[in-house]
């Protein structure tokens, strides 16, 4: 099997150096190794020597080539990333941001107080989209909502007794280092 050796013009490869060095100026890493990898073609080497001095799979480096090849350098850049699309929109935010200030009550749930397990059934009926509810935390931290934890009180409680208790009975019960 022949290797893939590109034949750049010298104006072309002038052109792919600057790109290069502003793809590095503004971040862009990844185009900046792929414009590498054509680069180190058009020089001479093969992929899988463009391979070991980018650290990258041969496969990707000859994939690289073969775009460049047929697309030239918008081949070379940032594609759309495939995965899952952006959770709620805006408007779904503000909606869920409405369902949750006039509470579970309103909504039909017994409770006064949501839970994450509460809101993720309210998206799922509300948007038909799915989340773990520790993800649905994520989503109402970024809402600017906070974790609101009760406090455990005891309703029938003497607040004498209980100061009482703490003061002096629990001291002496609690472990106390040896001397």
């Known amino acids: 099997m022949q290797p893939r050796i590109l034949k750049l013009h010298p104006n072309t490869a002038i052109k792919l150096k600057k790109l290069k060095m502003t793809a590095e100026q503004s971040g862009e890493y990844r185009v900046a190794k792929r414009i590498h990898a054509v680069l180190l073609n058009a020089s001479g080497h093969t992929s899988g ?11 990707r480096v000859s994939a690289w080539l073969q775009i460049f090849e047929a697309y030239g350098y918008d081949g070379l850049l940032e594609g759309h990333r495939g995965g899952r ?3 709620l929109s805006e408007k779904q935010k503000t909606i869920l941001s409405d369902i949750i200030d006039s509470g579970p009550v309103a909504y039909g749930y017994l409770s006064g107080v ?3 397990l509460m809101l993720t059934g309210v998206i799922a009926n509300e948007f038909h989209r799915t989340y773990h509810p520790g993800h649905v935390r994520k989503i109402l931290y970024d809402m600017t909502y906070s974790l609101q934890r009760p406090k455990r009180v005891l309703a029938n409680a003497d607040p004498d007794k209980q100061n009482k208790w703490r003061r002096y009975t629990y001291p002496n019960i609690k472990k106390k280092p040896r001397a």
């Open 49 to 59: 020597s463009i391979s070991n001095l980018l650290h990258s799979p041969r496969s």
């Open 114 to 116: 949501w839970t994450s």
């Open 85 to 87: 699309p952006q959770g």
